[in-house]
């Protein structure tokens, strides 16, 4: 074994970045939301480094695996998922969730929690072996396919300001069809997106229609998108796609569970994606043998990493099914890893969605640029950024600071500053 590959060290850093008060079925986004940021040292002297979901459920199960890891290569990926395996399995395993913020994301369960931490590690020893021998990220993965990746715009409902502290910026308000074309208008004037999801699930159907029909007529032609989280019933599902038909690209998880979202598919033409239904191994036979999806939203957090990402590809190819990716809140090391990989998956017909324009907080260096709605592939070595030590140790005291109220991203407990009555919604809401 080259020494210089070795693993030394392990560092984790779980830090609170600053989230606009973007609202979704649950409620709205708290003011900080946590993330992790992993970091391999090699005996060589090279770190890389990873980001994954930083709630205390995947805290856990990190540190078991960062104290594990030391003295194994960082080429030895198959056997970091077997010691996640090892040392993480039983660890503070969240049963089936689907109140909690999780609930946006489909099942909840152990093994998607140990996937979810692997990958930072995988990620993260993809950029220190990319830079210990000089090579990109993508060409480890078999190389890119493609100069430049497209993301699309991912409108909010939101309000102006969050009720309580929090970083303040100059988006406004975005509360109806205006709204909403105002907030397109601007990502597409400043990023260059030419396709647009609006997250719905936050008022009733009607008026999210309006709002997507208002979308069709500023940019005729334009891919759209709408995403309740599996808030609306099979007969409002079928509603809203009947009304939509026209102009959706997809609909994204319009109801909840693969019987429901087989039942919309059966009764709708309009293809239909998911980030919900299909988000582990176990639900792809019976969601892909009953066509209760079109296009599969892969999450390379939860699915495991940039290696399984690109299983995960094969076999939706197999099945004829689309694959695109999913965004939840994240930084520039995740959108790297994300950039990475999608720029070897061949068969990628759809742009990637990327919450990132909303973070205006980041632990890199040097903040992505999207021209044309893209970002370029980077062919620098590993992932291409660099971490801000300053920036990441800012972002860390704010963790350390707060009285556990951010800890955890609770959009019901956010929402709740506002309308003290408030639960999380039982689905289907409308
Ligand atoms: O496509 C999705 O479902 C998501 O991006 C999940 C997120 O949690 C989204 O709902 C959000 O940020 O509120
Ligand atoms: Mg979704």
Same mark, same amino acid.
């Given at each position: 074994m080259n020494t210089a590959l070795v693993i030394e060290d392990v560092r984790l850093t779980p830090i609170l970045v600053s989230d606009p008060p973007l609202l979704n079925t649950q409620g709205v986004h708290q003011p900080y939301t946590p993330r992790l940021i992993v970091e391999v040292v090699t005996r060589g002297g090279t770190t890389g480094v990873g980001e994954t979901y930083g709630d205390g459920a995947y805290l856990e199960p990190a540190r078991s695996l960062a104290e594990a890891l030391p003295g194994r290569a960082v080429t030895d990926l198959n056997g970091l998922f077997a010691l996640a395996e090892e040392?993480? &399995? &039983? %660890?503070?395993a969240a049963a089936d969730d689907r109140v909690g913020a999780g609930g946006l994301r489909g099942v909840r369960n152990a093994e998607k929690i140990r996937l979810s931490v692997? %990958?930072?590690f995988e990620v993260a020893c993809l950029d220190a072996l990319g830079k210990a021998l000089g090579l990109p990220v993508h060409a480890l993965l078999g190389g890119k396919v493609r100069d430049t990746v497209?993301?699309? !715009? *991912?409108?909010? *409902?939101? =309000?102006?300001?969050?009720?309580?502290? &929090?970083? %303040? #910026? #100059? =988006? &406004? !308000?975005?509360?109806d069809p205006a709204g909403v074309v105002a907030q397109a208008r601007r990502f597409a004037g400043t990023y260059g997106f030419g396709s647009f999801k609006l997250k719905g699930g936050v008022f009733e159907p009607d008026r999210e229609i309006a709002a997507i029909r208002a979308l069709a007529e500023a940019f005729p032609g334009r891919p759209l998108r709408l995403d309740p989280n599996? !808030? =609306?019933?099979?007969p409002t599902s079928l509603y809203v796609a009947d009304r939509l038909k026209d102009v959706l690209e997809y609909l994204e998880d319009p109801t909840s569970g693969t019987e429901g979202m087989a039942a919309v598919s059966a009764g709708t033409d309009v293809p239909l994606a998911t980030n919900m239904c299909v988000t582990t191994l176990a639900e792809v036979p019976e969601a892909f043998a009953r066509d209760a999806v079109r296009i599969v939203l892969s999450d390379h957090h939860y699915w495991g990493g940039l290696t399984r990402t690109r299983e995960l590809a094969a076999i939706c190819r197999t099945f004829g099914v689309g694959l695109s990716m999913h965004s939840n809140t994240h930084l520039g090391i995740s959108l790297a890893a994300m950039t990475h990989v999608a720029a070897t998956v061949p068969d990628l017909a759809y742009a990637c969605d990327s919450h990132y324009p909303w973070q205006t907080e980041d632990v890199i260096t040097e903040r992505h640029t999207f021209t044309g709605g893209r970002l370029t592939v980077s062919d620098a070595p590993g992932l291409g950024v660099e971490l801000d030590r300053d920036r990441l140790a800012a972002l860390h005291r704010r963790w350390v600071e707060d009285d556990g109220t951010h800890r955890e991203r #609770? #959009? !019901?407990a956010a929402m709740r500053a506002t309308d003290p009555d408030w639960t999380t919604p039982v689905v289907p809401r409308w």
């Open positions: 040392v993480c &399995g &039983g %660890s503070h692997a %990958s930072a497209e993301y699309s !715009a *991912y409108l909010f *409902y939101r =309000w102006a300001a969050h009720p309580g502290p &929090g970083e %303040s #910026d #100059d =988006w &406004g !308000a975005a509360l599996g !808030a =609306w019933s099979v #609770d #959009d !019901a």
